[in-house]
């Protein structure tokens, strides 16, 4: 009686820490912001397919040097190869306003594999904190 019940904690416990760890993998990412504008190379992210979207958030933005008045960044979906697939241009995140979702234009919406490019909202370099999933 006590082994079933050891057993079935256990394997409870095992799927909890399993499913946190799938929940929360992509939170608190650090990301470089070059100056000018450029987009980064791109964060790799993996899908189920079973939504038409990727959903994305900003924590805070920082400038690498000088004051801090930084409360923007931009946020883009793209295929391996660097097409964009979103059905807007870009995202605009603001810090602290929750997720948004990067709708993918039909025809890529079996990707199972997509990355989200960053860059910052003016021309100078900037760290950034970043969460995603990819649904």
């Excluded at 009686?1 to 946190?20: D, E, G, L, Q």
Aim: proline letters at 1%.
């Amino acid at each position: 009686m006590y082994k079933k019940r050891i057993i079935t904690v256990i394997v409870s416990v095992a799927m909890f820490c399993m499913m946190a760890m799938t929940a929360f993998a992509d939170t608190g990412v650090h990301i470089s912001l070059p100056k000018d504008q450029v987009w980064t190379s791109g964060q790799a992210v993996s899908r189920t397919g079973n939504y038409s979207y990727v959903s994305v958030s900003l924590d805070s933005v920082y400038p690498t040097s000088g004051s801090d008045y930084f409360t923007k960044i931009q946020a883009k979906l793209v295929n391996r190869i660097g097409v964009l697939i979103m059905t807007s241009n870009y995202v605009i995140l603001k810090e602290g306003d929750g997720y948004q979702n990067l709708h993918i234009q039909e025809g890529y919406l079996a990707s199972k594999l997509v990355y989200i490019k960053f860059r910052g909202n003016t021309d100078a370099a900037a760290e950034a904190i970043v969460n995603y999933t990819g649904n």
